[in-house]
């Protein structure tokens, strides 16, 4: 069964430094990756999505994420994180040809004036 | 106005009441979604449906049911709610031909004394 792992609960950053959020995936066949934020009190919201292609996707907010498939990690990345960067940030994999989406449990990013 | 409505935003209801959430969506999807969110949890899958005629059971769809009224209607119900249910709800559409993006609904909080 197809499922992610985000290993961190929360994650600090201060303003102006990279940020990084981890995630790993297993499944049986080729992955459908992507990552989505969810600010307070909102819904989630698509962030970028790996299909195929060029390793390093990019996406909305200036956040980009890398596909490592020997890694099986889809890290996401932002060079220079902004205090409203803050928010809750979930990783979703997706087998080809299954059309549900498995969620990792979310980090919370913490960005520091 | 938002393309995934849910109502209620937020309820309070006992044990043993009957409760049914709302979704509709103005995006012109095929495909429906409800998702139940709790912290260190992440998003869990509780029933899909691909269309109208189509339902189809989640991960977690146990003391849930579902009805997909129309194409912009799904609507989620818990016959006998118990303390358990107490979580976020979010209704998610998307698209056949779509590679996995969900479009979220702004989410019901349910509470359960």
């Known amino acids: 069964a197809q499922s992610v792992a985000q290993p961190e609960d929360q994650v600090n950053v201060a303003e102006g430094n990279p940020l990084t959020v981890k995630c790993t995936y297993s499944v049986s066949g080729n992955p459908y990756l992507f990552w989505y934020v969810q600010y307070p009190n909102r819904g989630l919201q698509f962030l970028l999505k790996?299909?195929?292609?060029?390793?390093l996707v990019k996406g909305s907010y200036g956040f980009e994420a890398e596909f490592n498939k020997s890694q099986t990690s889809f890290h996401l990345k932002k060079p220079s994180a902004l205090v409203s960067d803050s928010a809750l940030y979930f990783c979703?994999?997706?087998?080809?040809?299954?059309?549900?989406?498995?969620f990792g449990k979310g980090n919370q990013v913490v960005v520091i004036p | 106005d938002a393309d995934v409505t849910q109502t209620p935003r937020n309820r309070i209801t006992k044990t043993g009441k009957r409760i049914m959430l709302e979704c509709s969506q103005t995006k012109g999807h095929d495909r429906m979604y409800w998702y139940r969110q709790d912290p260190g949890l992440g998003l869990r899958l509780i029933y899909y449906s691909f269309d109208v005629k189509d339902i189809n059971k989640g991960e977690i769809s146990d003391g849930y049911s579902v009805s997909r009224q129309a194409q912009a209607k799904f609507s989620l119900s818990l016959e006998s709610a118990i303390p358990n249910q107490t979580a976020l709800y979010f209704c998610?559409?998307?698209?056949?031909?779509?590679?996995?993006?969900?479009?979220f609904g702004e989410g019901s909080r349910l509470t359960v004394l």
């Open positions: 790996y299909i195929t292609g060029d390793n």
């Open positions: 998610a559409t998307s698209f056949l031909g779509n590679t996995g993006e969900l479009f």
């Open positions: 979703a994999v997706r087998e080809g040809g299954n059309n549900r989406l498995a």
